[in-house]
T-cell receptor, first 113, second 113 residues
Framework: AQSVAQPEDQVNVAEGNPLTVKCTYSVSGNPYLFWYVQYPNRGLQFLLKYITGDNLVKGSYGFEAEFNKSQTSFHLKKPSALVSDSALYFCAVRDIDDYKLSFGAGTTVTVRA | GAGVSQSPSNKVTEKGKDVELRCDPISGHTALYWYRQSLGQGLEFLIYFQGNSAPDKSGLPSDRFSAERTGGSVSTLTIQRTQQEDSAVYLC???????????FGSGTRLTVV
């Protein structure tokens, strides 16, 4: 079985400050990890993924995430948040031997000017 | 096409009526997924198609839900005798081979009144 936990329903930061959205996962084997963003009334947009290799993954719009196997975490980060980053963020995981993506409940990010 | 196309974008239906939701995946993508996003919830896996293999229907919530994929391309999700709890955004995604990540459509917002 596989699962994802996003412990924070909401994250609020001021523009220009660092942004972190937390994600922990559980899989029986090795994970593929993903972050998606959803803007109001829109579908999910891919941000970044970890498949293998460097633990620090860089993605779209200045976002990055660090894979930590010992802590089973894949936190999303951005050094300097923008108001336009305000959206709903989903972490997702799949076992390399499976094909289903399991999603977390989502974290609403609000960046205030 | 350039992306995953879903229609209609919005659907309001009366309780007890049947509805059909359509997904047109990216051309050449062999894997197709349906997810459901209820208000304040994460994404719930419904069904998965991979090429000509039998679909994985393990996520369908009841026998009122069914899906088919014709010619390995367009998919239709059918909900019979709709109930108010079926109100949600239904998201379709496709993938080149079922590995790595997925490209999502903008979804169909279903409201059962």
């Amino acid at each position: 079985a596989q699962s994802v936990a996003q412990p924070e329903d909401q994250v609020n930061v001021a523009e220009g400050n660092p942004l972190t959205v937390k994600c922990t996962y559980s899989v029986s084997g090795n994970p593929y990890l993903f972050w998606y963003v959803q803007y109001p009334n829109r579908g999910l947009q891919f941000l970044l993924k970890y498949i293998t290799g460097d633990n620090l993954v860089k993605g779209s719009y200045g976002f990055e995430a660090e894979f930590n196997k010992s802590q089973t975490s894949f936190h999303l980060k951005k050094p300097s948040a923008l108001v336009s980053d305000s959206a709903l963020y989903f972490c997702a995981v799949r076992d390399i031997d499976d094909y289903k993506l399991s999603f977390g409940a989502g974290t609403t990010v609000t960046v205030r000017a | 096409g350039a992306g995953v196309s879903q229609s209609p974008s919005n659907k309001v239906t009366e309780k007890g009526k049947d509805v059909e939701l359509r997904c047109d995946p990216i051309s050449g993508h062999t894997a197709l997924y349906w997810y459901r996003q209820s208000l304040g919830q994460g994404l719930e896996f419904l069904i998965y198609f991979q090429g000509n293999s039998a679909p994985d229907k393990s996520g369908l919530p009841s026998d009122r839900f069914s899906a088919e994929r014709t010619g390995g391309s367009v998919s239709t999700l059918t909900i019979q005798r709709t109930q108010q709890e079926d109100s949600a955004v239904y998201l379709c995604a496709s993938s080149a081979d079922g590995t790595y990540g997925y490209t999502f459509g903008s979804g169909t917002r279903l409201t059962v009144v």
